[in-house]
Structures are given as C-alpha cells and as structure tokens.
C-alpha cells in the first residue's frame, strides 16, 4: 500500500482554516458596525441564500481539486439546467420530472468533461474551459435572451423560503447537511483518503490498487449532477430560467474553495476550511454591496482572493522551510 496520505489535518492546515474562521468573524463584526442594514434578518437570510449556490458547487469542486483536477464549466453547466428546465417547463413538462431530468443532464454534461480528462487524458483546465464557452452557447441555443418565470409559487417559496423552526433558508440547512456528509466523506472514509492519495501521486495511488480514472470520472459526474441541482435552486430561487444564469459563479467557487485551503495541485484541503472559505467570501460580497461598491469592484475582490490563496499557503510555507533550515544549521 502506498504511504499514508496527508488528508489528515496537518498542524498546518488547520492554522490555516482557524485563521480563516478568526477572519470571517472580523469581517462579519466589522460590517455589522460599519455597514447600515447588514445586522438584520432579512440581509442574513438572503446572504445564506447566496451561500448555497457558492456552497452547493463548492464541495464536488473541492473532491475534483483534491485529486488534482479542476472543472471550470460548473456556472455554464448551471447556465445550460436552468435553460433546459425553462424550456421543459414551457413544454408542459410536470416540475417534478423537469428536476430530474435537468440534474441527470448535468450528469451527462460531467461525464462529458470526465470521458475527455480521463478517457482521452486531457488536461481537465483546458477541457472544462472549454465546455464553459461550449456549454453557455447551448443555454442560449435552447432558450435565446428569453426569460421563463411562471413557476409555480409554492416551488419558488420553498427555494428561498426559511426552515420551520428558525430564521435560517431550509435551502441551506439542506445545503450544511450536504457538506458535513461530504466532510465525512472526504476526511474519514476509504474513499476520501483515495482521493488524497491521487492528489499527492496518481502513479503511487494506481499501484496501490486505486482506480484513478474511474474515480476521477465519477467525481466530474457528480460534480455535473450537483451543478444541476444548483441550476434548479437558482431557477427558482430567482423564479427565473434564463440562459445567463450563474455566470461568473466559477470564479466565486474556485476562489472559495482555494481560500479555504485546498491545494491548486492536489493532496490537501479540508472541507471545514471550504465552508468558512465560501462564508468569507459571501458575507465580503454582500457587505461591499450593501455599501454601494461598483459589481465591477466586487469581480476585483474576488479575483483578489483567488491570487491570495493560492499566494498565501506557498509564501508561508516557503517561510516555514527557510525557518526549519536555520534552526537545522544552528
């Protein structure tokens, strides 16, 4: 068997995510103080509404960079769903079958991404950035500039609605539910330690007797399939199908899912690290809103954090090693 991987939270790693939820706490302290309107119900409810695309998306994501891949074409994949259920639902289809039907496209559409990095051994960046232009231009294909939003009411109230007992969307409760499992999954379970495997060496974990490309291809499946599910939520959490939907979503789920720790290269991350990744990066895009900041300046932002993360974990261990040699030749 090969040596042990580092899924277990390194010492590391888990500074990394303690800072990360230290830093989230002062930014909601500071906008609550400084930014009118940020400190209420509502603005809370409809930030954990932002959260749970961003959320959603963000754990097939961090499985797929675990490994060492990446998929861009996550928001086109939502764009092209929310398209197809618009459409399907303008054609009679009953909304029941039109979810199923459009979360089994977004599989599809996953497995196409998969059959290409895995099938074909393409590279995954150049393949999903692909797809992501390929993708949109579908969405627009099946739907045009149009707008479907005759939904049923009960279906766009349960999208954005709260849970029975509390001020919190159900749509995230469900939404934490999904990323506690996938935190199961990830960290203590066979399967998650394969992925850390695959991340830190491909060729070690093939001759350990994992099935690598079987297992990265399953991964962009789900990855499509959840990307579905998030084009049904945005659908009618919107009461809007539209071809446009979700774009730029990509860059939030990339960016949080790097500013939570996991490696651009694969073999390391934490889903606690995930979660308080995307939370960061939500309640800073809604206090900047609040504050009248130009949506020009918040794409600023988060591409700011996006060179961040991937800046700040390499610079401080650099500096940790540099440490570690002087005290070694002391």
């Not at 959490?237 to 790097?258: C, F, K, T, W």
Request: glycine share 12%.
């Amino acid at each position: 068997m090969a040596a042990e991987p580092r899924s277990a939270l390194p010492g590391a790693l888990r500074r990394w995510d303690t800072a990360l939820i230290a830093t989230l706490l002062l930014v909601t302290l500071a906008a609550a103080l400084l930014v009118d309107g940020f400190a209420t119900g509502r603005n809370t409810q409809f930030l954990l509404l932002d959260a749970v695309a961003v959320g959603l998306v963000a754990l097939p994501v961090t499985l797929i960079i675990v490994t060492g891949e990446i998929d861009l074409s996550v928001a086109s994949t939502l764009g092209l769903c929310s398209a197809v259920m618009g459409q399907l639902w303008l054609s009679g289809w009953p909304l029941e079958l039109v979810v199923l039907a459009v979360v089994a496209l977004g599989a599809v559409l996953g497995a196409v991404n998969g059959l290409f990095v895995t099938g074909f051994g393409l590279p995954a960046l150049a393949v999903t950035i692909g797809t992501l232009a390929a993708y949109r231009g579908l969405a627009f294909v099946v739907l045009g500039d149009r707008a479907v939003a005759d939904f049923p009411r009960q279906w766009t109230d349960a999208a954005g609605g709260t849970a029975p007992a509390g001020a919190i969307p159900a749509a995230m409760l469900i939404t934490a539910l999904a990323a506690a499992g996938c935190a199961v999954l990830l960290h203590a379970t066979p399967l998650g330690r394969a992925l850390f495997a695959i991340g830190n060496n491909a060729e070690a974990a093939r001759f350990s007797g994992i099935a690598v490309a079987r297992t990265k291809f399953w991964l962009f499946v789900g990855c499509g399939a959840v990307s579905g599910l998030a084009g049904v939520f945005w659908t009618l959490r919107y009461a809007s199908a539209r071809a446009d939907n979700g774009q730029g979503l990509e860059l939030a789920v990339v960016a949080a899912v790097l500013l939570g720790g996991v490696s651009i290269f694969g073999g390391r991350g934490t889903l606690a690290g995930v979660c308080a990744g995307v939370l960061l990066l939500v309640t800073l895009r809604n206090a900047l809103q609040l504050a009248d900041v130009p949506a020009d300046t918040l794409d600023i932002v988060t591409g700011s954090l996006l060179i961040v993360s991937v800046i700040a974990p390499r610079a401080l261990s650099g500096l940790r090693q540099r440490r570690r040699s002087r005290a070694t030749r002391t």
